[in-house]
């Protein structure tokens, strides 16, 4: 299983990006799929989840700026992020759950300027 994320740029305070994250390889129906994020000098943190069936969890300082999705023909999950803030500024990491195994792609670079 290979996971690339990719939409990772800079931006200015209040604007948007979109990620994607693809991935190939045996991918099954049942899955999860999440995008977390790590910035300098902190661990990394879950940013929002979306399972296979469309449920999803974002994390407090996202809620109601990011949306996740997920197209499961293609195996793509997306993050649209709006109003970004300077402290949205991490690296940006997609991560794939199935069967108990957690896979992780590597990170796309998201700076949020003021």
């Known amino acids: 299983v290979q996971l690339q994320a990719s939409g990772g740029g800079l931006v200015q305070a209040g604007g948007s990006l979109r990620l994607s994250c693809a991935t190939s390889?045996?991918?099954?129906?049942?899955?999860?799929m999440s995008w977390y994020r790590q910035a300098p000098g902190n661990q990394r943190e879950l940013v929002a989840g979306?399972?296979?069936?469309?449920?999803?969890t974002y994390a407090d300082p996202v809620k109601g700026r990011f949306t996740i999705s997920r197209n499961n023909a293609k195996n793509t999950v997306y993050l649209q992020m709006n109003s970004l803030k300077p402290e949205d500024t991490a690296v940006y990491y997609c991560k794939l759950d199935q069967r108990a195994i957690a896979y992780w792609g590597k990170g796309t670079l998201v700076t949020v300027s003021s």
């Open positions: 979306i399972t296979s069936t469309g449920s999803t």
């Open positions: 390889g045996s991918i099954r129906s049942i899955n999860t």
